[in-house]
């Protein structure tokens, strides 16, 4: 982790000397932060805009393993997934805190560490650190990131405005975050049983990038506007499209018609699937971490859509009574099972 700078125990600095190293030098970019680290609360004023808050809990060993992931991307994946949800929203992030829990076998750098990824994604996402707590765990390390945005109240997009007839949409490409981590556990095995192999990662810097290195999608909201659409509906794809499907028709009261033919793929996912004997289309389906949004939008947006490389369409919206269902590239229809992202 930290291997040719020095490895202080926590013990030696406290928990006060703690948070002042993780947390120095913090600037301020967002004229919606009054008040940052450093009082009892953080203070902020969205002057009229709706306020977006969501929370995502990350525990060592559920969700994340040291093993293969480096605590720097780690900190930069666990504020990402956060904005992911807020982007779905069709706002804008602008504050997050941080609360984690740790145990000894962390050491002070291992943590600076991990601090560096979350201002790298604070920094590339225009985002401010503006608290959270620490406190000491039994065994693993457990983050918790909240993060606060803001919309105008007629930008924002739920999950239950998908109507019938509504064109179903994706953003980017599904399934690559699955097969980064499936070739990242095949070369964890490897090395389990030989430690002095190296791992055969070569040609696959797209799914590692995925798995390792998300991005949220930042851009969607601007292309709306450039294209003069608002969708209908929206939700980020964090547990697989299988699932944020059954999200967005069951808070709709809708059923949907997905092509397995129109789902965008990556070639490096499809190779890597090929090379580990998985169905793409699984990975897409019910891989997740994708951190691509769904949406829905009226069938009359077609012509403003078609040309866009960033969005595929993948199927439509239908009555509830049609029930979910995925037309295989065979022709035949199968209803769509939720697999999610289960931990537990
Ligand atoms: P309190 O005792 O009121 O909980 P703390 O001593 O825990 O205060 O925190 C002091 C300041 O540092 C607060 O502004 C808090 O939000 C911030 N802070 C504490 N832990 C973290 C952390 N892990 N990351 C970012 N900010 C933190
Ligand atoms: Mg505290």
């Not at 006060?16 to 190293?21: K, N, V």
């Not at 765990?137 to 606060?148: E, K, N, P, W």
């Not at 975050?177 to 030989?194: D, I, P, W």
């Not at 369409?313 to 199968?334: A, C, D, Q, R």
């Amino acid at each position: 982790m930290a291997d040719k700078k020095r490895s202080r125990p926590i013990s030696e600095v406290g928990e006060f000397g703690l948070i002042d190293i993780l947390t120095n030098n913090i600037e301020l970019k967002n004229p919606s932060t009054l008040k940052g680290i450093g009082d009892d609360a953080a203070v902020l004023d969205f002057k009229g805009k709706q306020v977006v808050v969501s929370t995502d809990l990350l525990a060592e060993g559920i969700h994340f393993n040291l093993m293969y992931v480096p605590l720097k991307h780690l900190g930069y994946k666990s504020v990402i997934v956060n904005l992911s949800d807020i982007y779905a929203m069709n706002a804008v992030p602008r504050q997050i805190t941080v609360s984690i829990a740790v145990s000894n076998k962390f050491s002070v750098e291992a943590l600076e560490d991990l601090y560096e990824g979350i201002k790298l994604a604070c920094e590339s996402y225009g985002i401010d650190l503006v608290g959270g707590d620490t406190t000491s765990s039994m065994t693993g390390l457990v983050i918790s990131v909240t993060v606060i945005g803001e919309a105008e109240p007629d930008e924002l997009i739920y999950r239950d405005g998908a109507r019938a007839t509504n064109l179903l949409c994706v953003s980017g490409d599904l399934g690559g975050a699955y097969m980064g981590l499936q070739l990242l556990e095949r070369e964890n095995e490897v090395f389990k049983v030989n430690p002095k192999m190296q791992p055969e990662l070569s040609g696959y810097d797209y799914i590692l990038g995925r798995q390792l290195k998300p991005e949220a999608r930042k851009d969607m909201k601007g292309i709306f506007n450039k294209l003069g659409i608002k969708p209908t509906s929206m939700i980020d794809i964090s547990d697989g499209l299988s699932s944020e499907i059954m999200h967005i028709c069951k808070a709709s009261g809708t059923g949907c018609k997905l092509y397995e033919e129109k789902i965008p793929l990556d070639n490096q996912t499809k190779q890597m699937a090929e090379e580990l004997n998985i169905n793409p289309l699984v990975a897409a389906l019910n891989g997740g971490e994708d951190y691509e949004l769904l949406f829905t939008l009226s069938v009359s947006d077609f012509e403003k859509i078609q040309n866009d490389t960033d969005i595929s369409v993948i199927g439509h919206i239908t009555e509830k009574s049609e029930g979910i269902t995925l037309v295989t590239t065979g022709g035949s229809e199968i209803a769509l099972q939720a697999q999610g992202w289960n931990h537990l």
